[in-house]
């Protein structure tokens, strides 16, 4: 064992591994339903804007099965789960404004009568023209909020005074969660008007909230229970429409209903990640370095709110990744169109911001025929000038360049770019291109209240240890690192901890997991909890016992240490307890330090930042724009890590799901407005053959986080994800070889062979 | 003798259905009558893998594990098979099995939903493989999608297990279970559930006649295409005839010019065969789908379906290869080429099956085929390409040449051919004959590709296959 690290940087498996492989682990749809239990199926509207006419439900009642029908009319409350502004009705009344939009509900005796009976309503709808595009949404300046101007320094100026000036725009695609388990709630009607949901969300508290606002009860009658769910990305995070309706159909049947989405329901009716446009002014001089920047961001949002305005407000917060820009002006449009409501995804909009600055950067690197490793550089933050970011927060923790460093030199960049080059220079038809890019993320939700997290922990008679706390285990292992953290402080064996759901009723008013705090919140409130009940038990045992001494005791191997004199811990909770002393406590935690003034733009939104940085080479195929990624080299940072197997899944894991956003994940809308890729035979996530032939990570074996975060760790949530834009700059190069280096190829996101294709025979077309 | 009911051995024993509902897929009967819920859906569709089970056949006195999709099989396929699913990996001593415990050790679950799909796509692959290699090992896992691990720990896991000594439990009871194989005899199976019908005959005779009472009747033969009307659609199949039980279906015929297919073979035998004739239509063929979908997708199957995309219908075409129908009236032979009308329209008429496939073997030609889709693995080509090549003397002396995804069916490119026909093996005769497939097709857009982008593919695939021929060399990047 490692000292005080008792468990703590040890790879332990994920704590449900076993019944992962053995089919045991319970995912919502499993949850083995009492008799009477109905199942739905949600109808959905087929235009994407429209007036509603007329919606005839009488075959549908008619059709075998069908218990009970829900429309907007049955809705006691609130008809909106739109978590932060109204904008997302569960049923619309007149108005559909996207091709998938929920207008009824149906409870039927089995899952496959429901589905059948939602397809025999007969709707009668006045078309409008709907906004599919964010071009048509520019045009027509349907917004859904005012636009947003930054400005600091004055960019204008300084651009106008460079030597040299570029412009252009870019785009980055939208994304499909794909997680595997899709969207599924159940719910069980109790006495009162209580309930009990089971739901597949990243969210509970927001689940307990929306649908009592729905059914214009209290709070305190919903109780919401997750165990796990089956992957969440962030599409579970405000994703409410499911288990709202399930509970609207508990409700009324009083029966216990189970709703789960089938694979194309689930694509069509819930939302994506945003998709980015962005058309940029850049000054530099003629070393790279970047004197000012203009640029406007837009995104596509679809119908409603949602979260964008946080989404881009992160986006905007990281326009710099890691270079120091302070002549900067944003101007930031938050467009409508009638799609499925964009949502929170990986990155959180952080990455589109990155993705348009590090194609600024390619840009500016290609333009002065330099290697954009040298301009990347050049513009990095530094650690005592050029250390506050354009919104005014002093960057105290920066490694960038260190990793840079060493990530350049371990993967032998400079001497593979040469060799590159001798390749391109031999072969006609078959390109190769690398690039290396650099991550900065900060961490924490830049909604300030957000940053607040509970816990609740029991030691039974037994000494057994009982561990709850607001967290969601979504893949990430949340619950095993939080285990080994207690486990550590109790001195105890990792297995003498039980984990729990989540729960509503153990830990109220938590924040959704998501913004890659969940570990950094919920293991903090669970320590507080523990730190509670060791100052009862020492206090208990220095009493007893007649001990003075001043330091902190040792908690290890099962025994509380008190200098030379040590207590088996099970005996001693035993004697507590028959001393009426308190063995259970909540914990709460809040993130110190941080406060942002949105108005302004300015403050210290984040804790802390997580670095990385990833060198990848590919080859394309001239002739088709196939292409492969041969290699693959990454160094990251996880800080003084709290389980080095698990942040290594979510580095790798991460890395992949970026890879996918940025070549062959491609979501598709025709004129219509109708999605046209949701399903897995036209919608593409990686698959085995996709990932790098060679694949060497590297957690940064410095790694320390200088704030105070449990076991001074680092979250690798999502961050790793942006380590993928290596792929897509690797393919630029691969496509700028083609020219020989002397023109800058035009490619936006994702680079499927198709854009590699077309953007080869563009730059060919200028030779 | 017909029977209405289905044996399959589950758990040691035999489990017998009385009328099983032939709509119902084996997922839903898994998940919602045995009420085992390790096997997971996640698309109904074939296209994940987390419904994969295993099933055991009795082949020549042994077992052979196949992974197929449950969520696109019917529960009447399991009728003479072993049923293993993924709670039944565990020991009896409650121990997890290698494959299972490679899983943990190598970290290969995150969020663990598609975890059981994968391992029964890796317990399947230690049955059947002695040693593994990095082939072997994407191959019978690409048709599983993780969307937490980027692959690498599940890959390591899979690695792991290169020849270990198999003595699972399907070992010890190995002699057990084909005593109880040997107990099941297959009937011709005559289903009646409420208002729907499923035949699965054992003979030709059989099917002929069930045939000329039901015209109308779908034929279902691996399914992994029409079982989605019913998931997808959610339309009722009410008739169906599976040719699956019919052995003289099943068979390959090599000789020296030809190599005739049955239509119940699977792709996943065919491949192995065709590979020394054209190592090509083996590559093609392992991206056509994922393991689970050629493990019971046939190749007439394919052909039937008439997808204008249909992966392996460019490369029968420009091999000119011809297909037998059989039926109530005399047995024909059709030229593939003359078989397709128009979308998924095609001469084959009601009461009609296709009986076997005939690849002629060009022992001098070079055949060449390419497939461009947006993925690697289990992808829909945006375009395929297939060219038959007869060079003498450094002219073209025949040359055929079809495509996918460039009209509403596979078809030849007639024209170009003709441009090339009789012409020296030349840059510039292929230069020139690329411009004449604009007159061959008329793509289209969709989600897939642009019509420009598969017009301009299609050119460079034939420019690629002049480059590969003249050097001596292939050009491709995976």
Same mark, same amino acid.
């Given at each position: 064992?490692?000292?005080?690290?008792?468990?703590?940087?040890?790879?332990?498996?994920?704590?449900?591994?076993?019944?992962?492989?053995?089919?045991?682990?319970?995912?919502?749809?499993?949850?083995?339903?009492?008799?009477?239990?109905?199942?739905?199926?949600?109808?959905?509207?087929?235009?994407?804007?429209?007036i509603i006419r007329k919606i005839d439900l009488k075959e549908v009642k008619r059709s075998e099965g069908v218990v009970s029908i829900v429309t907007y009319s049955d809705i006691p409350g609130r008809n909106d789960v739109g978590p932060v502004f109204d904008g997302d009705p569960i049923f619309p009344k007149k108005k559909v404004e996207y091709y998938g939009q929920p207008l009824f509900a149906v409870a039927a005796t089995s899952v496959e009568l429901a589905r059948k009976a939602v397809m025999k309503v007969k709707i009668s709808y006045k078309e409008l023209k709907p906004i599919v595009t964010m071009k048509e949404s520019l045009k027509k300046n349907k917004l859904l909020f005012n636009v947003r101007k930054i400005k600091k320094g004055n960019p204008r100026k300084k651009i106008f005074k460079s030597k040299n000036c570029l412009k252009g725009n870019f785009t980055t695609g939208s994304q499909e969660h794909f997680y595997l388990e899709g969207q599924v709630a159940f719910v069980l009607p109790r006495e009162d008007n209580d309930l009990i949901v089971y739901s597949s969300t990243q969210h509970p508290s927001e689940t307990q909230q929306l649908i009592a606002k729905m059914l214009n009860q209290k709070s305190n009658s919903i109780t919401v229970l997750v165990r796990r769910i089956g992957g969440g990305f962030g599409g579970k995070e405000t994703n409410f429409m499911t288990s709202s309706i399930c509970a609207l159909l508990a409700h009324k049947t009083r029966a216990p209903v189970k709703l789960r989405l089938d694979r194309d329901d689930d694509i069509i009716i819930t939302g994506k990640?945003?998709?980015?446009?962005?058309?940029?002014?850049?000054?530099?001089?003629?070393?790279?370095?970047?004197?000012?920047?203009?640029?406007?961001?837009?995104?596509?949002?679809?119908?409603?709110?949602?979260?964008?305005?946080?989404?881009?407000?992160?986006?905007?917060?990281?326009?710099?990744?890691?270079?120091?820009?302070?002549?900067?002006?944003?101007?930031?449009?938050?467009?409508?169109?009638?799609?499925?409501?964009?949502?929170?995804?990986?990155?959180?909009?952080?990455?589109?911001?990155?993705?348009?600055?590090?194609?600024?950067?390619?840009?500016?690197?290609?333009?002065?025929?330099?290697?954009?490793?040298?301009?990347?550089?050049?513009?990095?933050?530094?650690?005592?000038?050029?250390?506050?970011?354009?919104?005014?927060?002093?960057?105290?923790?920066?490694?960038?360049?260190?990793?840079?460093?060493?990530?350049?030199?371990?993967?032998?960049?400079?001497?593979?770019?040469?060799?590159?080059?001798?390749?391109?220079?031999?072969?006609?038809?078959?390109?190769?291109?690398?690039?290396?890019?650099?991550?900065?993320?900060?961490?924490?939700?830049?909604?300030?209240?957000?940053?607040?997290?509970?816990?609740?922990?029991?030691?039974?008679?037994?000494?057994?240890?009982?561990?709850?706390?607001?967290?969601?285990?979504?893949?990430?292992?949340?619950?095993?690192?939080?285990?080994?953290?207690?486990?550590?402080?109790?001195?105890?064996?990792?297995?003498?901890?039980?984990?729990?759901?989540?729960?509503?009723?153990?830990?109220?008013?938590?924040?959704?997991?998501?913004?890659?705090?969940?570990?950094?919140?919920?293991?903090?409130?669970?320590?507080?909890?523990?730190?509670?009940?060791?100052?009862?038990?020492?206090?208990?045992?220095?009493?007893?016992?007649?001990?003075?001494?001043?330091?902190?005791?040792?908690?290890?191997?099962?025994?509380?240490?008190?200098?030379?004199?040590?207590?088996?811990?099970?005996?001693?909770?035993?004697?507590?307890?028959?001393?009426?002393?308190?063995?259970?406590?909540?914990?709460?935690?809040?993130?110190?330090?941080?406060?942002?003034?949105?108005?302004?733009?300015?403050?210290?939104?984040?804790?802390?930042?997580?670095?990385?940085?990833?060198?990848?080479?590919?080859?394309?195929?001239?002739?088709?724009?196939?292409?492969?990624?041969?290699?693959?080299?990454?160094?990251?940072?996880?800080?003084?890590?709290?389980?080095?197997?698990?942040?290594?899944?979510?580095?790798?894991?991460?890395?992949?799901?970026?890879?996918?956003?940025?070549?062959?994940?491609?979501?598709?809308?025709?004129?219509?407005?109708?999605?046209?890729?949701?399903?897995?035979?036209?919608?593409?996530?990686?698959?085995?053959?996709?990932?790098?032939?060679?694949?060497?990570?590297?957690?940064?074996?410095?790694?320390?986080?200088?704030?105070?975060?449990?076991?001074?760790?680092?979250?690798?949530?999502?961050?790793?994800?942006?380590?993928?834009?290596?792929?897509?700059?690797?393919?630029?190069?691969?496509?700028?070889?083609?020219?020989?280096?002397?023109?800058?190829?035009?490619?936006?996101?994702?680079?499927?062979?198709?854009?590699?294709?077309?953007?080869?025979?563009?730059?060919?077309?200028?030779? | 003798?017909?029977?209405?009911?289905?044996?399959?051995? !589950?758990?040691?024993?035999?489990?017998?259905?009385?009328?099983?509902?032939?709509?119902?897929?084996?997922?839903?009967?898994?998940?919602?009558?045995?009420?085992?819920?390790?096997?997971?859906?996640? $698309?109904?569709?074939?296209?994940? *893998?987390?419904?994969?089970?295993?099933?055991?056949?009795?082949?020549?006195?042994?077992?052979?594990?196949?992974?197929?999709?449950?969520?696109?099989?019917?529960?009447?396929?399991?009728?003479?098979?072993?049923?293993?699913?993924?709670?039944?990996?565990?020991?009896?001593?409650?121990?997890?099995?290698?494959?299972?415990?490679?899983?943990?050790?190598?970290? *290969?679950?995150?969020?663990? !939903? $598609?975890?059981?799909? &994968?391992?029964?796509?890796?317990?399947?692959?230690?049955?059947?493989?002695?040693?593994?290699?990095?082939?072997?090992?994407?191959?019978?896992?690409?048709?599983?999608?993780?969307? $937490?691990?980027?692959?690498?720990?599940?890959?390591?896991?899979?690695?792991?297990?290169?020849?270990?000594?198999?003595?699972?439990?399907?070992?010890? !009871?190995?002699?057990?279970?084909?005593?109880?194989?040997?107990?099941?005899?297959?009937?011709? %199976?005559?289903?009646?559930?409420?208002?729907?019908?499923? +035949?699965?005959?054992?003979?030709?005779?059989?099917?002929?006649?069930?045939?000329?009472?039901?015209?109308?009747?779908?034929?279902?033969?691996?399914?992994?295409?029409?079982?989605?009307?019913?998931?997808?659609?959610?339309?009722?199949?009410?008739?169906?005839?599976?040719?699956?039980?019919?052995?003289?279906?099943?068979?390959?015929?090599?000789?020296?010019?030809?190599?005739?297919? *049955?239509?119940?073979?699977?792709?996943?035998?065919?491949?192995?065969?065709?590979?020394?004739?054209?190592?090509?239509?083996?590559?093609?063929?392992?991206?056509?789908?994922?393991?689970?979908?050629?493990?019971? *997708?046939?190749?007439?199957?394919?052909?039937?379906?008439?997808?204008?995309?249909?992966?392996?219908?460019?490369?029968?075409?420009? %091999?000119?290869?011809?297909?037998?129908?059989?039926?109530?009236?005399?047995?024909?032979?059709?030229?593939?080429?003359?078989? +397709?009308?128009?979308?998924?329209?095609?001469?084959?008429?009601?009461?009609?099956?296709?009986?076997?496939?005939?690849?002629?073997?060009?022992?001098?030609?070079? &055949?060449?085929?390419?497939?461009?889709?947006?993925?690697?693995?289990?992808?829909?080509?945006?375009?395929?390409?297939? &060219?038959?090549?007869?060079?003498?003397?450094?002219?073209?002396?025949?040359?055929?040449?079809?495509?996918?995804?460039?009209?509403?069916?596979?078809?030849?490119?007639?024209?170009?051919?003709?441009? %090339?026909?009789?012409?020296?093996?030349?840059?510039?005769? &292929?230069?020139?004959?690329?411009?004449?497939?604009?007159?061959?097709?008329?793509?289209?857009?969709?989600?897939?590709?642009?019509?420009?982008?598969?017009?301009?593919?299609?050119?460079?695939?034939?420019?690629?296959?002049?480059?590969?021929?003249?050097?001596?060399?292939?050009?491709?990047?995976?």
């Amino acid at each position: 064992m490692k000292g005080s690290n008792y468990f703590v940087k040890d790879a332990i498996p994920h704590d449900s591994a076993f019944k992962h492989v053995s089919g045991f682990a319970e995912y919502t749809d499993d949850i083995k339903e009492p008799e009477g239990t109905l199942f739905a199926a949600i109808g959905w509207s087929k235009k994407a804007n429209a007036i509603i006419r007329k919606i005839d439900l009488k075959e549908v009642k008619r059709s075998e099965g069908v218990v009970s029908i829900v429309t907007y009319s049955d809705i006691p409350g609130r008809n909106d789960v739109g978590p932060v502004f109204d904008g997302d009705p569960i049923f619309p009344k007149k108005k559909v404004e996207y091709y998938g939009q929920p207008l009824f509900a149906v409870a039927a005796t089995s899952v496959e009568l429901a589905r059948k009976a939602v397809m025999k309503v007969k709707i009668s709808y006045k078309e409008l023209k709907p906004i599919v595009t964010m071009k048509e949404s520019l045009k027509k300046n349907k917004l859904l909020f005012n636009v947003r101007k930054i400005k600091k320094g004055n960019p204008r100026k300084k651009i106008f005074k460079s030597k040299n000036c570029l412009k252009g725009n870019f785009t980055t695609g939208s994304q499909e969660h794909f997680y595997l388990e899709g969207q599924v709630a159940f719910v069980l009607p109790r006495e009162d008007n209580d309930l009990i949901v089971y739901s597949s969300t990243q969210h509970p508290s927001e689940t307990q909230q929306l649908i009592a606002k729905m059914l214009n009860q209290k709070s305190n009658s919903i109780t919401v229970l997750v165990r796990r769910i089956g992957g969440g990305f962030g599409g579970k995070e405000t994703n409410f429409m499911t288990s709202s309706i399930c509970a609207l159909l508990a409700h009324k049947t009083r029966a216990p209903v189970k709703l789960r989405l089938d694979r194309d329901d689930d694509i069509i009716i819930t939302g994506k990640r945003h998709e980015f446009y962005s058309d940029y002014e850049v000054g530099f001089d003629d070393e790279g370095l970047i004197n000012g920047l203009k640029i406007k961001l837009a995104s596509k949002c679809g119908m409603s709110p949602d979260l964008s305005v946080a989404i881009n407000e992160r986006a905007l917060l990281h326009i710099d990744n890691a270079y120091f820009l302070s002549n900067i002006e944003i101007e930031n449009y938050l467009c409508k169109t009638n799609t499925s409501t964009s949502t929170a995804f990986r990155g959180f909009g952080g990455n589109q911001g990155m993705m348009a600055i590090e194609n600024i950067i390619d840009n500016i690197a290609r333009y002065l025929k330099k290697d954009p490793f040298e301009i990347r550089k050049k513009n990095f933050y530094q650690k005592n000038k050029k250390n506050i970011t354009h919104y005014g927060m002093k960057i105290e923790d920066n490694i960038i360049k260190e990793i840079f460093d060493k990530l350049a030199k371990k993967s032998d960049y400079k001497k593979r770019v040469l060799e590159i080059k001798k390749f391109n220079s031999r072969n006609n038809y078959q390109k190769k291109g690398i690039a290396i890019t650099p991550v900065k993320f900060g961490i924490s939700f830049t909604t300030i209240h957000l940053n607040q997290a509970g816990a609740l922990v029991h030691i039974y008679t037994d000494g057994s240890v009982y561990l709850n706390h607001g967290g969601i285990e979504m893949g990430q292992g949340t619950h095993t690192k939080i285990a080994q953290i207690v486990a550590n402080s109790f001195g105890l064996p990792y297995k003498k901890v039980q984990i729990s759901s989540t729960n509503t009723s153990k830990v109220p008013n938590t924040s959704a997991s998501a913004a890659s705090s969940t570990t950094d919140l919920n293991g903090a409130a669970a320590l507080n909890a523990v730190s509670k009940i060791k100052t009862n038990l020492e206090k208990f045992i220095k009493s007893k016992y007649k001990i003075i001494y001043n330091k902190e005791p040792i908690y290890r191997n099962g025994f509380i240490v008190f200098g030379n004199k040590s207590f088996k811990f099970e005996k001693i909770i035993q004697e507590a307890y028959l001393n009426r002393i308190s063995l259970s406590s909540s914990g709460f935690y809040s993130t110190p330090k941080i406060k942002f003034n949105k108005k302004s733009f300015s403050g210290r939104p984040f804790y802390y930042f997580c670095y990385g940085a990833a060198v990848t080479e590919v080859t394309i195929d001239k002739l088709t724009g196939e292409n492969i990624v041969n290699r693959v080299d990454i160094l990251h940072d996880a800080g003084n890590e709290i389980n080095p197997a698990l942040e290594l899944g979510q580095i790798e894991g991460g890395f992949v799901q970026g890879q996918g956003w940025l070549t062959i994940e491609e979501v598709n809308w025709n004129s219509k407005g109708q999605i046209t890729t949701f399903s897995p035979s036209t919608y593409k996530i990686p698959a085995i053959s996709d990932i790098p032939k060679e694949f060497n990570v590297e957690i940064y074996k410095d790694g320390m986080n200088k704030e105070n975060v449990i076991n001074k760790s680092k979250t690798t949530g999502e961050p790793p994800l942006m380590l993928a834009m290596s792929v897509f700059f690797a393919i630029k190069d691969a496509i700028a070889s083609v020219g020989n280096y002397k023109i800058s190829p035009i490619i936006d996101a994702p680079a499927t062979p198709e854009k590699i294709l077309m953007s080869v025979k563009n730059l060919e077309e200028k030779l | 003798m017909t029977s209405n009911i289905i044996e399959f051995i !589950f758990n040691n024993k035999i489990f017998k259905i009385t009328d099983p509902d032939p709509n119902e897929t084996i997922l839903n009967f898994v998940r919602l009558k045995l009420k085992k819920t390790g096997t997971k859906e996640g $698309c109904a569709e074939g296209g994940c *893998g987390a419904c994969t089970i295993v099933l055991g056949e009795l082949v020549k006195n042994n077992i052979k594990y196949k992974a197929i999709n449950a969520c696109i099989a019917f529960l009447p396929i399991l009728n003479g098979k072993q049923l293993i699913l993924v709670e039944d990996l565990i020991s009896s001593d409650g121990k997890l099995h290698p494959v299972q415990n490679a899983m943990v050790k190598f970290h *290969g679950s995150q969020c663990g !939903f $598609c975890t059981p799909g &994968f391992v029964m796509s890796m317990f399947a692959m230690y049955k059947n493989n002695k040693s593994l290699n990095d082939e072997i090992i994407n191959d019978s896992l690409s048709g599983n999608l993780c969307r $937490c691990t980027g692959y690498r720990p599940i890959i390591d896991a899979a690695k792991s297990l290169n020849k270990t000594i198999d003595n699972d439990e399907f070992v010890k !009871f190995k002699k057990k279970t084909i005593k109880l194989f040997k107990k099941i005899k297959i009937k011709n %199976l005559e289903i009646k559930k409420e208002n729907k019908k499923y +035949f699965a005959p054992n003979t030709i005779l059989e099917l002929k006649k069930i045939l000329k009472k039901n015209p109308d009747a779908n034929l279902l033969s691996g399914g992994t295409d029409l079982s989605l009307e019913v998931t997808k659609s959610r339309k009722e199949l009410k008739k169906i005839i599976s040719l699956n039980s019919i052995k003289e279906l099943d068979f390959i015929n090599n000789k020296k010019n030809e190599i005739e297919i *049955g239509a119940g073979t699977s792709l996943i035998e065919f491949e192995k065969l065709i590979k020394k004739h054209y190592p090509d239509f083996t590559s093609i063929l392992k991206r056509y789908g994922s393991v689970q979908i050629r493990n019971v *997708g046939t190749i007439a199957g394919n052909i039937a379906t008439a997808s204008p995309i249909g992966d392996t219908l460019p490369l029968l075409l420009s %091999l000119d290869a011809k297909i037998i129908l059989d039926g109530a009236k005399k047995r024909e032979l059709i030229s593939l080429n003359k078989f +397709f009308i128009s979308y998924r329209k095609t001469r084959l008429k009601k009461g009609q099956f296709i009986y076997s496939v005939k690849i002629p073997i060009y022992k001098k030609n070079i &055949f060449k085929a390419y497939k461009i889709s947006k993925r690697f693995d289990d992808d829909i080509s945006s375009v395929c390409g297939s &060219f038959n090549i007869e060079i003498d003397k450094n002219r073209i002396k025949k040359i055929k040449i079809a495509y996918g995804g460039m009209s509403e069916i596979p078809k030849r490119a007639k024209n170009t051919e003709k441009t %090339l026909i009789n012409s020296i093996f030349s840059e510039k005769i &292929f230069v020139k004959a690329i411009k004449n497939l604009e007159s061959d097709y008329r793509p289209i857009d969709d989600m897939r590709a642009s019509k420009s982008y598969r017009m301009e593919i299609a050119k460079n695939l034939l420019l690629k296959c002049f480059l590969e021929v003249k050097n001596k060399k292939t050009l491709r990047v995976n």
